[in-house]
């Protein structure tokens, strides 16, 4: 079984240096690995990573990139929101919830949501997208 968590922890002086490595080294992972359900957890690892790391106006673009790219691989799998991704979408809403003042994320996921309607996605597909937004 492969290990895949990063986590900076600690107080540090200048993390900013040390976000960066892990983002790139988070990048690259999720380039090279095969397979749609372990490409979806290392898209949502870097994901809630970047999202930690805060609204970072240099951040947006990353942070929106992959928000397509988890929904797009979620989408993808017949279990993309149930059994263990359904934990894994529960990371992504409580991540993206304080992003949704951003107009394109929020555009992004309001899409998603529609999608998730109008294909007549699973129950667990639409709990996600209510529990990112209620009322939605």
Same mark, same amino acid.
């Given at each position: 079984?492969?290990?895949?968590?990063?986590?900076?922890?600690?107080?540090?002086?200048?993390?900013?240096?040390?976000?960066?490595?892990?983002?790139?080294?988070?990048?690259?992972?999720?380039?090279?690995?095969?397979?749609?359900?372990?490409?979806?957890?290392?898209?949502?690892? @870097?994901?809630?990573?970047?999202? *930690?790391?805060?609204?970072?106006? +240099? #951040?947006?673009?990353?942070? %929106? &990139?992959?928000?397509?790219?988890?929904?797009?691989?979620?989408?993808?799998?017949?279990?993309?929101?149930?059994?263990?991704?359904?934990?894994?979408?529960?990371?992504?809403?409580?991540?993206?919830?304080?992003?949704? @003042?951003?107009?394109?994320?929020? *555009?992004?996921?309001?899409?998603? +949501? #529609?999608?998730?309607?109008? %294909? &007549?996605?699973?129950?667990?597909?639409?709990?996600?997208?209510?529990?990112?937004?209620?009322?939605?």
């Amino acid at each position: 079984r492969h290990t895949r968590y990063i986590s900076v922890t600690g107080v540090q002086t200048c993390a900013l240096p040390i976000y960066q490595a892990a983002l790139a080294w988070a990048a690259k992972a999720r380039a090279s690995v095969k397979g749609r359900a372990s490409k979806l957890q290392w898209i949502v690892d @870097d994901l809630v990573m970047t999202a *930690k790391i805060g609204k970072a106006p +240099a #951040e947006t673009p990353r942070l %929106e &990139g992959l928000v397509k790219d988890y929904y797009d691989t979620a989408f993808s799998l017949p279990d993309g929101f149930k059994g263990r991704n359904a934990t894994r979408a529960k990371k992504v809403a409580a991540e993206l919830k304080p992003w949704l @003042d951003k107009g394109r994320i929020k *555009k992004m996921v309001e899409t998603y +949501a #529609e999608r998730c309607h109008k %294909e &007549g996605k699973s129950a667990a597909c639409g709990k996600h997208f209510a529990a990112l937004m209620p009322g939605v």
